[in-house]
């Protein structure tokens, strides 16, 4: 089975740096995604690991590490516009060669003035 | 704008009753993917359709089915309704099997009282 964890409320202070760390038990396992969904709006798509290391992505970077089924997100100099939640996915193969993306419940952030 | 349509946007009706949402995936995505997200839940992966057939299933109830057609759209049926089938349904697209990024549509929010 898969089980994702996030931490469900964090809040930070703009312009300031947050991690959201995710931590994941899966079989299949075969990439993770970072998507932020704003209340009440469809979830967009922030970044993608499929191998170890960091990615970067302007002021977001995500990071991942396959053995500790462990990832983070990375979001610096914190805006107000990027209080919302930030949802961790991970992507297990199915059979014939398909995948699910399977959600964690989402850490919702709140940036202060 | 996601390029994905789903229609209705807001659905009220009563427990016992059936309801059909619809969604129109971005030109050129042969995935489609339905997920429901009930008030302050993270995104539970329904079902998967690639090309118009069903290529991974979820936590999907009994009571409920989906289909993709020739055209590609996708419909998800919710029958026998009950209280805690409120939820927002969101329906999401790529463009190949493998469940890369996801473009989600707005969501259809049903009530059921």
């Known amino acids: 089975g898969q089980n994702i964890d996030q931490p469900t409320e964090m809040t930070a202070t703009e312009g300031a740096i947050v991690q959201i760390n995710c931590t994941y038990q899966?079989?299949?396992?075969?990439?993770l995604f970072w998507y932020q969904q704003h209340a009440g709006e469809a979830p967009t798509f922030l970044s993608y690991?499929?191998?170890?290391g960091l990615e970067e992505k302007g002021r977001f970077s995500s990071f991942l590490s396959r053995s500790k089924g462990y990832s983070y997100l990375l979001l610096k100099e914190l805006q107000m516009k990027d209080s919302a939640s930030y949802l961790c996915a991970v992507r297990a193969e199915v059979s014939g060669g398909y995948n699910k993306l399977i959600f964690g419940a989402g850490t919702r952030l709140a940036v202060h003035p | 704008d996601s390029g994905v349509t789903q229609t209705p946007k807001h659905l009220i009706t009563a427990t016992g009753q059936r309801v059909t949402l619809r969604c129109s995936p971005r030109?050129?995505?042969?995935?489609v993917y339905w997920y429901q997200q009930s008030l302050d839940q993270g995104l539970q992966f329904l079902i998967h359709?690639?090309?118009?057939?069903?290529?991974a299933k979820g936590n999907i109830l009994e009571r409920f089915s989906a289909q993709q057609f020739p055209d590609l759209h996708s419909e998800l049926n919710l029958s026998s309704l009950e209280l805690g089938d409120s939820a927002l349904y969101f329906c999401a697209s790529s463009q190949d099997r493998n469940t890369g990024e996801l473009f989600f549509g707005e969501g259809s929010r049903l009530t059921v009282l």
């Open positions: 899966t079989s299949g396992f075969n990439g």
């Open positions: 359709y690639y090309n118009g057939e069903e290529r």
């Open positions: 690991n499929v191998l170890d």
């Open positions: 030109s050129g995505d042969l995935s």
